[in-house]
Structure formats: C-alpha cells, structure tokens
C-alpha cells in the first residue's frame, strides 16, 4: 500500500461528515505535520557536519511530537471505518514510538546536562516537557490498558465492565488532547532556547516555525471528532 493510498483510506467519512470535506482535512493535516518537522528539523538537515550529541535532543523531541505523536492522533478517523483493528494497530504503534523518541530526547538532555556541569529544569521548556512526558506515559498507559482491555477485566461483571471502560476511554481521549498541547507549547518553548536561536538565524525563523507549529497542531485537534462537537 502506497503512502498516498494509506492516508486516502483513513479519511473514509463518517455517516455525518462529507467525504471530499473530511478527506481535504486530513491531507491538510498530513502535509501540515511533514512541513513542519522538516521545518523544525531544517537546521540539522542542512548543516550536518554541525551535528553533536545534544543535537539528538531536538531532533527526538520533535519527531516524537510533532511528527508521530501528530500523525497517531490523525489516523484515529480510521477506527470508524470498517478497518479499525488495522488502524487501532497502528495508532498504538505510532503512540508508543512518540513516547520511545521523547524518553530518548530526554535522556539525551540529561546527559548532556551532566556532561557539561549544568543544573536540570531550570526552564519553562523543562518543566512543560516533564509535564507532558509524564501525561504522555500515563495515556499510552491507559491506551494499552483500553486495548487489552477484555483480557484484563476477566471476571468483571458487565456493567462495572462497561462503566470502566468508558471512563478509561474518556481519560484516554482528553489527556492526549492534553498532552499533545502539553507537547507542542514544549516544543515552542524548545524554539527560544539558545540552540534554536542561534541555528535558526533570527526571531522572525523561529516565530515562523513556532507558527506552523501552533497551525499544525491546531489543525491535527480539529480533526479529531469528538472536539468538534465542542467547538
């Protein structure tokens, strides 16, 4: 399956929604999310004899967020298709490779710190990445709790089954909203830091990134159905 087909068939309509409407967000999203960490990533793509151990760092942080973390949000419209288990797969593959690249961005960080004699979470990028990591890890937690979920709950009558799993399935939606923003806003943080300062070039490139940062995770948020009933 090519990667065109494979975008095409997680935009599959619901009963409610237009096909070309639902289709044409998505594809807005997909390139969204690719320009958005190539933009992030442009500094390392074009200077890679620049490239040191702390330069994991960023390179993780935002292929883990932005780039999958983004892209296992958007494909969750296939799990109202008549695919959902093939979907569901690999939404849980993309969630826990997220969290994988995030937890190497933050070893790499910390490392790095005490290489160089340097004090930890000293920064609002710190502390909103911690946050996030944490509310990450404890959402990939209850994902895979939701999808093993009849294996677990053996035993259970079914309406203290039913009752669990719909607020595990409550907390696993709206703490990866959560988390997501919790993501991004680290990630905007991340473009003010020194680093980012100095391989970007000016303020207006990282303002410019940090604007299709908030674009893109915007437009990931909207896609998701659930909080357009909201809006």
Not at 58 to 76: D, K, Q, R
């Amino acid at each position: 399956m090519t990667y065109t087909s494979f975008v095409r068939k997680t935009m599959q309509a619901t009963p409610a929604e237009e096909p070309a409407t639902l289709f044409s967000l998505a594809n807005l999203c997909h390139t969204a999310v690719v320009v958005s960490v190539i933009a992030l990533l442009f500094p390392v793509l074009v200077n890679p004899g620049e490239w040191v151990f702390f330069t994991w760092h960023p390179a993780l942080m935002s292929a883990g967020t932005v780039g999958l973390m983004s892209e296992g949000i958007i494909l969750t419209a296939g799990l109202k298709t008549k695919r959902r288990s093939f979907y569901l797969n690999v939404h849980l593959l993309l969630q826990l490779l997220s969290l994988i690249a995030v937890l190497a961005a933050f070893t790499v960080i910390y490392v790095n710190k005490n290489l160089a004699g340097k004090l930890h979470f000293q920064t609002w990028h710190s502390w909103v990445s911690l946050g996030a990591t944490v509310l990450m890890g404890l959402q990939n937690l209850t994902g895979l709790v939701l999808y093993f979920f009849s294996f677990l709950s053996r035993g259970c009558d079914g309406k203290r089954k039913a009752a669990i799993k719909k607020n595990l399935a409550k907390f696993h939606r709206y703490s990866a909203v959560v988390a997501y923003i919790g993501a991004l806003a680290a990630v905007g943080f991340g473009l003010r830091s020194n680093w980012a300062l100095k391989n970007y070039g000016s303020d207006r490139a990282t303002y410019m990134v940090l604007s299709l940062v908030v674009f893109t995770g915007a437009s990931v948020l909207y896609n998701l159905s659930f909080l357009r009933k909201l809006i």
